[in-house]
């Protein structure tokens, strides 16, 4: 799971892919996420970070985490 390195992202949430110029808006979470990623944490330290902030069950953590990975595959963000 790596945000593959020619994606931009904005401290307020928007990210684009300057491969096909495709541009989206995530929410604060979802931007901290992103970033977590871009400094190469692991899934597991994501969700120690996200549910420890956020006072979230880690379960809970885990399912969102997967299906927030999930949309970036179908729109080409994370390295393969």
């Known amino acids: 799971m ?3 390195k020619n994606i931009a992202t904005s401290e307020s949430g928007l990210v684009f892919n300057p491969g096909n110029g495709d541009s989206f808006s995530v929410n604060e979470i979802g931007a901290e996420i992103i970033n977590l990623m871009k400094e190469e944490r692991s899934q597991s330290e994501i969700i120690e970070t ?3 902030k956020y006072e979230t069950e880690k379960n809970q953590v885990e399912k969102d985490l997967e299906d927030f990975i999930t949309m970036l595959v179908s729109y ?4 393969k």
């Open 76 to 79: 080409n963000l994370l390295e």
């Open 50 to 52: 996200i549910s420890s």
């Open 2 to 4: 790596k945000l593959k």
